[in-house]
């Protein structure tokens, strides 16, 4: 296989455009899209709409190029030969089709500075362009919603304004051929995650949850400047005898891979950088920002948790995962940094979900449970199921938020409080309904549903590759995903209809909101709105209440416009549909061949001649060598003489049924005890019987009988909740208030007595000391010179002449 | 050397106005002194010009000449402004900015 059989094309050649036009978008709505008759979203929606064409070109362009390596017997078979591949791990390898098929790099020089040439540029290859289609087709979907949700909106051209440059910043990062441009995106979306979050600033909690989100990644970025540095000094003598520098991405995975890196190099600027993913991927230690970030309008959440800036920092590792791989020694190991991160993060994140009563706080702390799937994903080796579960965990986490924020638009009077302004919805709302259980039974890992295949591969290949601890940990986590969404969509959709849910208006809600406090449901009397409350069940609704629909679509809950549920609609498709892409079960595996680049050595080619401009295929490109099984090969050994690797040869665990059985059973154990649980604690109904037992003695043990729910609804919420999810959120609140504050605490004492100390001694006695007397001397020299500044120009004429002479009277006595 | 005497002369001019800034009493008759000065200076750009058979010097010049107008534009108005406000343009009784 030589080079001339890669092909390329105008899309993958120019995918620099993508975040460009988004970025000269948001400069047009900036000037004048308040003059525009839509206010500017037109712009925005048109140019996230180029850039989609461009990015669904650049994938169909990427893929005939995977193809054109693969052969024409590997293009004819399609996926079979992935499934082949994945079946077989080690006799297809030994085939030697698999090539690595060359990035798509281009770079132009952005400025230099002490002989440093910093680039913009393109790095397109399958991660890449992944991203790109996810991020431009999510980014389009969100706009449009948000034309509905946002309408009328006094800040409506700076919204979509900083939506389009928050997809361009996403954009211009998953592009980056560069740490560089790397890190300029990654701060252009901090910055607009700063103003979306902030939107609604009048109110003092929104800023204040906008600049702690700002702050917090702030943290983890001094790890991303850091890593960068410690990284650009271990790569660039190699990198630059290679024809690039240390900053290029490229060259920083030839570099990791090719043996001369140090190990404690590798390894410190992992931990660097994978403490910027941290920050930016609300993993463990940092993952408060998240769930105050749903301050934000519904679609900044849905497009921050779906496909932008939380998965930056997954995609960081998964950029740079030479790195990681040696660094941290994946797949040799039982434990790292990574795995150990993400695996505490699913579970510290599930609990939390269980006692959120904020429906978009239940999906926050989802998401950041999911982000640790994908981190363990990439800890344990497993990196195209983690990369897979950003692509379908995108489509449907922004289903759920989206369906959430229709809930609040049509439903609940923009509450998002289920237990006080939900529930029963979903025969009002049966789009939103719909669409939140497909999404959710996605995020579940319901067989046949995306989140299936790919959470599945990872809790998988975390067992194939040796990570049994976190095996069970994703095991664990699956069937807490599972509880909690049930809670969550029981309290929204099923049961008793709430506060607002229930047609009450605003002003009735504090009153409302009493009643419904504290178990009280069955002393309420919902008989105004014409309900037979005592018929009502979670699945008892058959006939009732249909003239809930005469309430009026302004007073009552009612479906969204389809401006709001298209997206729905689309997204929920693909909740379904996108798992297929890369579904071992049904024998597809085409994000394997197309995404994830092919652990082969490759010819570094010795000189490249590029003139700068049009530097295609920097570091060369060439023919595969034979590669082995796994104990040898890419991220391995090294690469032989002249030859380099771009990324680790990772196994890939083989699907069965059987293996994939615990998860199943238990998502399908998660969903029923809870199902069983939130029916008996929120489910309840009027008790007909509570004044009889005050009368009779029988009637107290049918009141004994009754109040056993009550027992339930203590075992939920005090001893589950209390014994499993409070103490595990008590001692993260422990964690966090003794030993996380106290060290800040001890730093900022121990700064407060240095700054003490030196302001007595240092302040106080040298410098002021210093200071005093350049003052005294001045003062006093001042009173000297006093007599010249008479005030007369003559004088000040003479003296500045005189003055002149006797500096020309000098220069020439020196030089003469 | 004849180009000599054009240094001479920008000598004397020189003196001429150094004798004006520090001898004259009135503003107006200070500033044409400074103006002096300048044109000395011109005079001596010019003749190293000459010396040096390049044009730079002439270039010099013009840029002086440009700024010596921006100057008594400037100093011509704050000439009038005092006049306006004391009746009188008498530098010795201008000691305002006595330290």
């Known amino acids: ?816 | 050397m004849y180009a000599v005497n054009f240094l001479l002369l920008g000598a004397v001019m020189f003196s001429i106005g150094v004798f004006g800034v520090i001898a004259r009493r009135n503003a107006v008759m200070v500033l044409m002194s400074i103006e002096l000065i300048l044109n000395a200076v011109n005079v001596n750009l010019i003749a190293f010009a000459l010396m040096n058979g390049s044009a730079e010097g002439h270039v010099f010049a013009l840029y002086v000449i440009a700024v010596a107008a921006a100057e008594v534009g400037v100093g011509l108005a704050m000439v009038l402004m005092i006049y306006r406000n004391r009746r009188s343009i008498a530098l010795d009784e201008l000691s305002a900015l006595k330290g």
């Open chain 1, 1 to 816: 296989m030589t080079a001339a059989t890669l092909s390329s094309g105008w899309f993958l050649e120019n995918a620099w455009l993508i975040p460009l036009i988004p970025a000269i978008g948001f400069a047009l709505i900036i000037s004048l899209g308040k003059r525009m008759p839509q206010g500017g979203s037109e712009i925005g929606i048109a140019s996230i709409a180029a850039s989609f064409v461009i990015s669904a070109g650049a994938a169909w362009q990427w893929i005939q190029r995977v193809n054109s390596v693969s052969g024409d017997g590997e293009h004819a078979l399609g996926g079979v030969f992935g499934f082949a591949r994945a079946i077989l791990p080690a006799a297809s390898e030994e085939g030697g089709k698999a090539a690595y098929v060359e990035p798509v790099i281009r770079s132009w020089t952005w400025w230099q500075s002490g002989g440093l040439e910093f680039g913009l540029g393109q790095h397109i290859d399958g991660l890449a362009v992944m991203l790109l289609l996810l991020v431009t087709f999510i980014s389009l979907l969100v706009q449009v919603y948000s034309t509905e949700y946002v309408a009328g909106d006094r800040r409506y051209t700076h919204f979509f304004a900083s939506l389009t440059l928050f997809s361009a910043g996403m954009l211009v990062m998953v592009l980056a051929e560069n740490m560089i441009q790397l890190i300029l995106g990654w701060e252009i979306m901090g910055l607009c995650s700063f103003m979306l979050i902030g939107h609604w600033w009048e109110e003092k909690a929104n800023s204040t949850a906008a600049l702690k989100a700002f702050f917090t990644v702030r943290v983890g970025d001094v790890g991303l400047l850091v890593g960068t540095a410690i990284i650009f000094f271990g790569a660039n003598d190699w990198a630059v005898a290679n024809g690039s520098n240390g900053f290029s991405i490229q060259a920083i995975s030839g570099w990791a891979m090719s043996g001369e890196a140090s190990q404690s190099v590798l390894f410190w600027g992992g931990v660097a950088l994978f403490i910027a993913s941290i920050g930016k991927s609300g993993q463990f230690p940092l993952h408060t920002w998240l769930p105050d970030a749903m301050a934000g309008p519904t679609p900044v959440s849905s497009l921050l948790h779906s496909s932008t800036m939380v998965v930056a920092g997954v995609f960081l590792v998964a950029r740079l995962y030479p790195v990681f791989f040696v660094g941290f020694d994946i797949l040799d190991t039982q434990f790292n940094l990574i795995a150990i991160i993400g695996g505490i993060t699913i579970v510290i994140a599930a609990a939390l979900a269980f006692v959120q009563d904020d429906i978009k706080k239940v999906l926050a702390y989802s998401t950041v449970s999911q982000l640790g799937y994908m981190m363990l994903g990439l800890g344990v080796g497993a990196w195209l199921p983690a990369v897979f579960h950003i692509f379908t965990h995108a489509f449907f986490k922004c289903a759920l938020f989206l369906a959430a924020g229709s809930v609040s638009h049509s439903g609940s009077h923009h509450s998002f409080d289920m237990k006080k302004d939900m529930g029963g919805l979903w025969r009002k709302m049966p789009v939103t309904a719909g669409t939140w259980m497909i999404s959710t039974a996605a995020l579940c890992g319901i067989p046949f549903f995306s989140g299936f295949f790919s959470k599945d591969e990872i809790i998988d290949n975390a067992h194939n590759n040796g990570y049994d601890v976190f095996y069970y940990v994703g095991l664990a986590g699956a069937f807490m995903t599972a509880a909690y969404m049930t809670r969550a969509t029981y309290l929204t959709f099923f049961g008793k209809a709430r506060g607002a849910a229930a047609g009450e208006h605003h002003d009735e809600h504090a009153t409302g909101h009493d009643a419904h406090d504290a178990h009280g449901h069955d002393a309420q009397d919902h008989g105004d709105h014409g309900h037979d409350a005592h018929g009502h069940d979670a699945q008892g609704h058959d006939a009732h209440g249909h003239d809930d629909h005469g309430h009026g679509a302004h007073a009552g809950p009612h479906e969204s416009p389809w401006r709001i549920t298209a997206p729905l609609v689309i997204l929920a498709a693909l909740a379904i549909g996108s798992g297929y892409l890369n579904a071992p079960a049904v024998g597809t595996e085409y994000f394997l061949k197309w995404v994830e680049p092919v652990g082969a050595e490759v010819e570094l080619a010795a000189s490249h001649g590029d003139d700068g401009d049009h530097g295609d295929e920097a570091l060369g490109f060439g023919a595969l060598a034979a590669s082995e099984g796994y104990s040898e090969g890419c991220g391995y050994t090294d690469p032989a003489e002249g030859k380099v690797c771009y990324a680790p040869k990772v196994p890939h665990a083989v699907f069965t049924w059987g293996k994939a059985a615990p998860s199943i059973v238990l998502v399908f154990a998660g969903i029923a005890v809870s199902a069983w649980l939130s029916l008996g604690v929120f489910g309840d109904r009027r008790n007909p019987f509570r004044g009889l037992t005050t009368r009779f003695a029988p009637a107290r043990w049918v009141h004994t009988l009754l109040v056993n729910k009550y027992y339930l609804d203590h075992l939920y919420e005090r001893v589950i909740v209390r014994a499993v999810a409070h103490p595990i959120a008590a001692a993260a609140y422990w964690v966090n208030q003794h030993i996380l504050d106290g060290i800040v605490n001890g730093v900022g004492t121990s700064g407060r007595r240095t700054g003490e100390w030196v302001y007595r001694n240092v302040d106080q006695r040298v410098v002021d000391g210093a200071v005093n007397a350049s003052g005294f001397v001045a003062s006093e020299t001042g009173h000297a010179l006093q007599p010249v500044q008479s005030g007369r120009v003559n004088q000040y004429g003479a003296l500045l002449f005189g003055a002149a002479t006797v500096g020309a009277i000098v220069l020439i006595l020196v030089n003469i």
